[in-house]
């Protein structure tokens, strides 16, 4: 059974840091040192529509609480080019 935590609110920092500990903190899935993999959503979706991409606060937010754990992350995007 997937678990998941919904939270509402303006401040994406504060937001992500609520939705992590409702989900019993960030500890209960990764370890200090152990290495991730992080691939936010944050090419393609709707310009102006929110939730069709990943917020760039949230991916940030996410980022920095992993890191106060030292975590080692591998961030990887596949932005579009457009000319």
Known sequence: MSVVSIVKGNDPEVMVKEAIELLG?????????????????????????????????????????????GVMISLVSLLKRFI
């Open 25 to 69: 903190g960030l500890a209960s899935y990764v370890k200090p040192h152990q290495r991730i993999f992080i691939k936010p959503n944050v090419c393609g979706g709707v310009p102006g529509k929110p939730g069709s991409f990943t917020n760039l606060k949230v991916v940030t937010s996410t980022i920095e609480l992993l890191q106060k754990m």
